[in-house]
Every structure is written in structure tokens, then in C-alpha cells.
């Protein structure tokens, strides 16, 4: 019997997904200060210049390849710590592993002790993403269509403020500009300081950017650093600012969030970038939160993010992907329907300074991010060394 030319391309791209090399290139820094090109409101309500060389992961980072036969799947970047557990515990059980075989990963052999913890999820979410764009570009598909197809070629984008100043006096303005700009809505810091200053203090800080925001969606970050009983005073005041949702009030392992949830004020409470282990995961997901943050780059990767994502929507929440993986959580949200999956978070102070390690960045239009590359989970990273800091072959 003869082959059909679909089983024909399904053995082709089968046979150059077995992964004969793993290789690790490092990558430029991620530059200091602001992006190029920032607009004038957002450059000038800047309260917050973003990290860079100052964070060890942004300042030695690496480009992870998985080589098969012929194509390679690539995932960058990753932190010194994250390349090294992939080098000392997952590399050489990669050999030999069809990339085109998800289910098969998690059953590969170890060859280290890392088995839990934020980096050691990070490692392995750094594979799991590689062998997914090593399967897509194998096979010259998208990997929305690995996933199960693509339902929505381009997705909505909210703006992440986080690095402005909610207090400056351009604040307001930048406010204004988001909404112009198209995004779907606007996520602003509360600022430790600014949660000790007391609800009246977070009211008449926020209150003005809510009005400039118009009828644009407004939401807050908390960035973990409210005690329970700043978090239940603060309540009554984001529900009279009309927030859509309020990220991370407590600390992501807080045991406080049950008691938060059923304080109710009707305020979405949201969370679930910082739960890389899945059984934390679950625990959000069952007794905490309203709306689901996953990020496929700390969570597992791509297969269990589009897991947490649907057991999200069977409970009734949507879920907003976290952005520090765009390209994953876009090629996440392309397999999914706005209602699953609204929008994707666009950090506008810091996403540009991370789009810098690709050769081809992705660019917000009107609000809007195409759901990702033709092949492949996002575009190829820019290396600068003639040699691989460390390779693990068959």
C-alpha cells in the first residue's frame, strides 16, 4: 500500500524532530534604561527604569537550541541558573526524544537532582517550549495549529504600566494615551508606599488615571505587597474605581486568599504567574482567584498552560497570560477564543527591551498582536557568539 502524501509529510517531519543536540548560545544583555522610541507620555511618566544589567538573568542570558535533523527548536532567553539545570539534569535525557511527542516529555530521563522550584520549572518549561517550535518549524506549521488550530490570527493586548509612576504628574496623560492607543485596557503598579499611605492615599492617586482612562479597562498590580488587612481596607476603594481586576494583592503563596475571595466587594482578585508547581497551580485555581494568570515560560510549558487554561474557563474565569513569555502565551491565546483568553499583557517599558533578543520583534498595531510566526513559536533569536557556551550531543 501506498503511502498518502500526508502521512508522507507526517513521517518527514517526525523523522527531523528527534533531538540529536542540545545547545545553549549566549545572548547579548538586555540593554539599561528605557527603550528607544518610548512615547513622550509614557517616557515621562517613567517613574520605574526597568532592571536590565542590574538582574543577573538579564544580564548573562542564553538562547536554549534543540538540533534534529536538519531544523532546530529554539527557546530564549533563559538566566545563567536556568541554562545550567538544563545542561546538568535535562540535556542528555533529551537525546534521542521526539520533539513532535509532547505527552512523551515528562518521561525522559534525569540526570540531576532538580525536580521543583521556580528554576527548575523554568528549565524545564524552557524544553518543553524548544521542542514545540523545533515540532512546528519541522513540520511548517503554526504552533496554534500543533495545539489544535489557530481560532484567532491576531489577539487583543492590555498595556502593563508597571514601569510608570501612578503619582507623576504625566501619569494621567499616559492614562489618556493607553486608551487611545487601542489597548484593551491598563494595568497599574500600587506601589508599596502607596498601600501604606491608606485607601484615601490609593484613591486619590488612582482616581484621576481612572477618569483619564475613559470607559478603557482599568486594573492593579499589587506586586504581592499587601498584608491581608491592607488588602481587605483596600477593597471597597478599587471596586469604586470600577477595576476590571486586582493582581496579586497577597503574596502569590499567601494562605490569606480564601479569606480575601470571600470578603467579595465585587473585585476580581488575579494571580497565577508566580505558581510554577501544579500543585499551587490547582490550588488558585480551585480556592483563590477569579482570573487565571498563567505564564507557559514558569508554569511547565505550553501543554500545561493550555491545561490550566481550560480547567480556568470550566470554573468560570478567564485568563490573562502573564507577558514574560509573549510569544508563548500568544501562540496559548491564538489556540483560544476571547473568552477564554481576552488579552495578552504588553509591558510598555519593558516588552521592547525584551523583543530586542529576536530578529524579528513583535510590534503592538492598534492594540492588537499577531498570534505568532508562520513555523515556529516565535522568531529566531539573535546570537552574537561564534561558538556554543556548552553543547550535549548523542
Known sequence: MTASPLSATRAAAAAGTVIRTVRAWQLPPQPAGLPHGLPEPLAAAAGVR???????????????????????????????TVAQIVADDLAAGLIGHDAAE????????????HRSGAHARQAASAVELACWDLASRAAGVSVTSLLGGTIRPSVPAYASALGLDPAHPAAREAAAWITGAGFWGQKWPLPQQLILAGPKAVARTLGPLREAAGEGRFMVDALGCCRL????????????????FAEELL????????????????????????????????????????????DPGWSGGLARSLHTTEVAADLGMATFPH?????????????????????????LTLEPLRQQVFTEPAVVQ????????????????VTTTPLPAWTVAS
Open 229 to 244: 488587612d491592607d488588602a481587605m481596607r483596600l477593597l471597597p476603594v478599587l471596586a469604586d474605581l470600577e477595576v476590571a
Open 323 to 347: 507577558g514574560d513569555r509573549l510569544w508563548a502565551a500568544l501562540a496559548l491565546a491564538g489556540a483560544c477564543c476571547r473568552d477564554k483568553i481576552p488579552a495578552v499583557e504588553w509591558h
Open 102 to 113: 509532547p505527552r512523551r516529555l515528562a518521561y525522559r530521563r534525569q540526570t540531576g537532582r
Open 251 to 294: 503574596p502569590p503563596g499567601s494562605w490569606g486568599w480564601h479569606r480575601l475571595r470571600a470578603v467579595g466587594a465585587g473585585v476580581a482578585l488575579a494571580a497565577g504567574e508566580h505558581a510554577v508547581d501544579a500543585t499551587e497551580q490547582i490550588r488558585l485555581l480551585t480556592e483563590s482567584v477569579d482570573v487565571w494568570q498563567v
Open 50 to 80: 526597568p532592571a536590565g544589567p542590574a538582574r543577573a538573568e538579564h544580564r548573562t542570558r542564553f538562547a536554549i537550541e534543540l538540533v534534529g535533523d536538519g531544523v532546530s527548536g529554539w527557546q530564549a532567553p533563559v538566566g545563567e
Open 366 to 381: 492598534a492594540g492588537m498582536l499577531a498570534s505568532g510566526p508562520a513555523s515556529g513559536l516565535a522568531p529566531l533569536p
